[in-house]
């Protein structure tokens, strides 16, 4: 048989083997099996109608061909509008155009790109862990070596920028973080994203911002580290309306930057996708400029069930849950149950049928913990609460006992 190439090596990891529990729920649910899924950030309800009747109305008037590479000029435009309409910036501070977007699938494709046009063999990138599964495998398709800097959990996930001037070395090129952050819901504040500017411009770093988050923001205010002072031109930022708009599968993200990298963008578009689909992109620019009262709620939404949560889960037995400033997770420390948090997923789900994802694989900071995404209907979310209440109050009996 011909052999495979070697980077092949670099796209299974721990963060893949994560999502395994996962896959075995939806096929236990799939034969029939009373099956609560609450370990991937989708949520049930459907895209707002006009996004879907724009996108039905592209295909009836034959928008179905090529289109630009960068995407078209009046969704860069929207993009760029609402990108600074999240920025937490004034116009003074910040101003991009249509001219840094370029339009992507999804923020995993906004984070590829930057993979691609930013990182070359041995290169390292400071990524703040707890982080998002897939930032290992993205960047090390290139080469790319990601060290993570841990954001400790007894700060509250909080960027210590001694840990990252410790990490750096003469190879590291970028750092990359997520605010809201996945899994925990950290949202960075000012003063610790000037702090981190202010070392990658003294050691001469690009930074690549995850914003999908950015404006579902519960508590503090969500701000754009490319507003900062000498950062526009030295950061790249990766954005989508997965999680804002529920389009989670329509695959339209963004990323933004200054001009000379969204020329290289331009052509990694090229050579990974050729354009995303018109149809999506007038679906997208109906979404920016027509639905912020659908987001608005949506917002509310993910706010309300986090909160269903923390409430059902404050009093059980060997669990201490905390609290989200922003996105739609919550994450829950199981170590007074005894039991490891890969443990407690599996042996929950064996018992309850309740598919939690442990968080270890996002980064040491989140070791011991469950990540929790409230993406299901109230109800739904509250009878999975009465399950995890149950099963950890019979650990802790059977602990006790012991």
């Known amino acids: 048989m011909p052999r495979y190439a070697r980077l092949v090596n670099r ?13 075995r729920a939806w096929k236990d649910q799939k034969a029939g099996e009373d099956v609560i899924v609450l370990a991937i950030g989708d949520p049930e309800f459907n895209s707002p109608e006009p996004v879907i009747a724009a996108a039905k109305q592209a295909l009836d008037d034959g928008l179905t061909h090529y289109s630009s590479i960068p995407g078209t000029m009046e969704l860069r435009e929207a993009i760029a509008a609402r990108t600074m309409r999240v920025s937490g910036a004034s116009a003074a501070d910040y101003s991009i155009t249509a001219d840094n977007v370029v339009v992507t699938q999804g923020t995993q494709g906004a984070l590829f790109t930057a993979s691609l046009c930013l990182l070359e063999e041995g290169d390292e990138v400071l990524a ?44 590291t090129r970028a ?14 504040t000012r003063d610790e994203l000037r702090a981190i500017a202010d070392i990658a411009i003294r050691h001469d770093l690009w930074v690549i911002a995850d914003e999908v988050y950015a404006s579902q923001v519960y508590a503090g205010e969500h701000f ?44 990694a578009g090229i050579a990974m ?58 994450l829950v420390d199981v170590t007074g149950t005894g039991r490891s948090s890969a443990e407690f997923a599996t042996e929950l789900y064996d ?3 309740v598919a939690a994802l442990d968080a270890m694989p996002f980064g040491a900071s989140a ?9 299901l209907a109230d ?20 602990r006790k006992a012991s």
């Not at 796209?11 to 896959?23: C, D, Q, R, T």
């Not at 526009?232 to 930057?257: D, F």
């Not at 070791?367 to 993406?375: K, M, S």
């Open 11 to 23: 796209i299974a990891n721990e963060g893949s083997a994560a999502w395994e529990l996962l896959f």
């Open 128 to 171: 703040l862990e707890p982080m998002y599964l897939t930032y290992e495998a993205t960047f090390a398709l290139n080469g790319a070596k990601v060290v993570r800097v841990a954001c400790p959990r007894e700060t509250g996930f909080r960027p210590r920028p001694d840990l990252i001037e410790k990490a750096i070395t003469p190879r």
């Open 175 to 188: 750092i990359v973080y997520s605010s809201p952050n996945n899994p925990t819901g950290a949202v960075f």
């Open 224 to 267: 754009s580290i490319a507003a900062l002072p000498g950062m526009a031109e030295r950061t790249v930022t990766c954005g989508s309306l997965s999680k804002s708009h529920a389009m989670t599968g329509w695959r339209v993200g963004w990323v933004t930057g200054p001009a000379q990298f969204i020329n290289h963008a331009h052509h």
């Open 273 to 330: 996708h050729y354009g995303i689909p018109t149809f999506v992109q007038k679906a997208a620019l109906t979404a920016i400029n027509q639905c912020e009262a659908e987001a608005e709620a949506i917002t509310e939404t993910f706010r309300r069930r986090c909160n269903i949560v923390l409430d059902r889960l404050a009093a059980t037995p060997g669990l201490a849950v905390i609290a989200p400033q922003g996105a739609m997770y919550v």
């Open 351 to 353: 018992a309850e049928k």
């Open 367 to 375: 070791d011991g913990c469950i990540r929790i995404a409230c993406t």
């Open 379 to 398: 109800e739904v979310l509250a009878e999975a609460c009465n399950r995890i209440h149950r099963f950890a109050a019979m650990r802790h009996n059977t």
